[in-house]
Every structure is written in C-alpha cells, then in structure tokens.
C-alpha cells in the first residue's frame, strides 16, 4: 500500500539546514593548548547534553560545565576563554537547502524545523537571518523532549498542524530517521544536496 504524499516538511537544523566548520574548533584547541577534539567530546557526552537538549539547564550553563571540565588541563580562566571563543562560532546556513525550503514554502507546504537544541536557538536563527524562513520551530528544549523519541515527533506534527502520515522529516542521523518512522512518519536519511531530487519528487509540488 503506497503512502499518501507528504503535505508538510520537517528538517533537522545540524547537518542540514546549518553546518559547522570543524577547523574552528581545532583552531580554538590549538591555541589553547586543549587535546584535539576535546571541546566537542565533553560537550557532547550524554551527560552533559541530555539536560540542555530539554530545557533543564540553559545553553551558558551547560558551556560553564565544559569550561569547568576543561579547568584541570589548562585553569579557569583560559578554559573559559576557550569555550567563550569556541562558541562565538554558530555555524553556517546551508544556501542550497534554504533554497529549497524557500521553494518548498513557495509551492504551499508547510516547513517546520524539527531540531534536539538548546534555549540559544532563537538567537541562533536570527543571527543567521532563518527567523521568518520557516513556518513552525520545534526545539526539544521547549518541548522537553528530544529525537528520536516517539513524543518529540507527534509534538512536531501537532505544531505542523498534519498528521504523521502527511509529514516528511530529513535528518542526517539514522536514529533520528528510525524514530520519527516509529511515530509513523515518512523520513529521509539526509547525506547531502545531491538529496534534494528525490525530496522534490517526494513532496510532488
């Protein structure tokens, strides 16, 4: 039995819509004398993430928990410096995907970002001029839920307004991907513009 078509998208920000350089943070880690590495490694170790990414500590505490981590190996002062530099850096919009999702909107379908964030992401968006590009916002953080669990996605539809079988969701993660299919929706394992072709035809507008 064939799917109905999507009528609503739903996009992860990291790895799709936004990319990081890595250079940035191994310029950070080499001027101050950090283990290549380092700063993603204890930022995102589950411990550390899982309060921030539901909103039960903010984005500059869970930065003050790093810097913490990092004070051993180089003092308090410069393991602040470090992260505060480290941060500054918010990433690049992906020109190629926002046009698509300027196309997707176009054409009258709803687009929502569905993204595992902190209480930063706001000013994320409009740092990177994304604030009036999408429809819908769903910040696990708000949410208090994050991919991929099945809860995290029914409270993406309910914001898109489409039930689960209407919507497509493109993430570059295969757990997420796995999940957001578990809470019966159609989903895309995201691996670069070259995608793009076949969500097009997904969509069919």
């Known amino acids: 039995m064939s799917r109905e078509r999507a009528t609503a998208l739903l996009v992860d920000f990291d790895g799709v819509l936004r990319r990081w350089d ?18 993603g490694e204890i930022a995102m170790s589950w411990g550390l993430l ?14 003050a928990s790093v810097a913490d981590a990092l004070t051993p190996a180089v003092g308090a002062d410069r393991a602040r410096a470090a992260v505060q530099e480290w941060q500054s850096y918010r990433g690049e919009v992906d020109p190629e995907v926002l046009a698509f999702v300027r196309e997707v909107r176009a054409a009258g379908i709803r687009v929502g970002l569905g993204t595992n964030a902190t209480d930063l992401l706001d000013a994320d968006l ?19 839920v994050h991919k991929p669990a099945k809860e995290y996605f029914q409270a993406a539809c309910e914001a898109l307004e489409t039930p689960p079988g ?29 995608d793009l072709r076949y969500l097009r035809a997904a969509l069919a507008y």
């Open 22 to 39: 890595p250079a940035v943070a191994a310029g950070v880690e080499r001027e101050y004398g950090l283990t290549e590495g380092v700063l």
């Open 50 to 63: 899982q309060p921030v990414l539901t909103g039960q500590v903010s984005h500059a505490q869970w930065m």
């Open 126 to 144: 409009a740092a990177l001029d994304l604030t009036d590009e999408l429809d819908v916002i769903v910040n696990s953080s708000v949410v208090g």
């Open 166 to 194: 209407r919507v497509l969701f493109v993430d570059d993660e295969d757990r997420s991907v796995a999940g957001a299919r578990v809470a019966g929706l159609s989903a895309h394992r995201w691996s670069g513009p070259a």
